[in-house]
């Protein structure tokens, strides 16, 4: 089975980092995208940011653009999104996604095909 496992979340102050990591197992796909999602309380889950398996490509929503990147490890299955200069809008639980036989880039949450559980990250003012 497919799994995907978000750590890294926590309390940290705003202007602080943090660095959550994806590890996926049980992939019978070669080509796939991980795409982080968050979501606040009482808001919409939103797009944060992807990669793509095949290409290297990545793609940010502008509100982490140039604050967040992504990166991947392909040996390993594990995809790092490294958080700098957090505010506390950042707040959120933040889920891994993976869109599987696909190397493009989206953060079109409905085309993602497994999800793992959160990892909540709180950023303090």
Not at 12 to 36: E, K, N, P
Not at 73 to 96: F, G, H
């Amino acid at each position: 089975d497919v799994q995907l496992q978000a750590s890294g979340g926590g309390l940290v102050q705003a202007g602080g980092s943090l660095r959550l990591s994806c590890a996926a197992s049980g992939f019978t796909f070669d080509v796939y995208t991980i795409g982080w999602f968050r979501q606040a309380p009482g808001k919409e889950r939103e797009g944060v940011s992807c990669i793509s398996s095949i290409s290297g490509d990545t793609y940010y929503a502008d509100s982490v653009k140039g604050r967040f990147t992504i990166s991947s490890d392909n040996a390993k299955k594990t995809v790092y999104l490294q958080m700098s200069r957090l505010k506390p809008e950042d707040t959120a639980v933040y889920y891994c996604a993976a869109l599987s036989s696909w190397g493009g880039v989206t953060l079109i949450a409905d085309l993602y095909d497994y999800w793992g559980h959160g990892t909540l990250v709180t950023v303090s003012s």
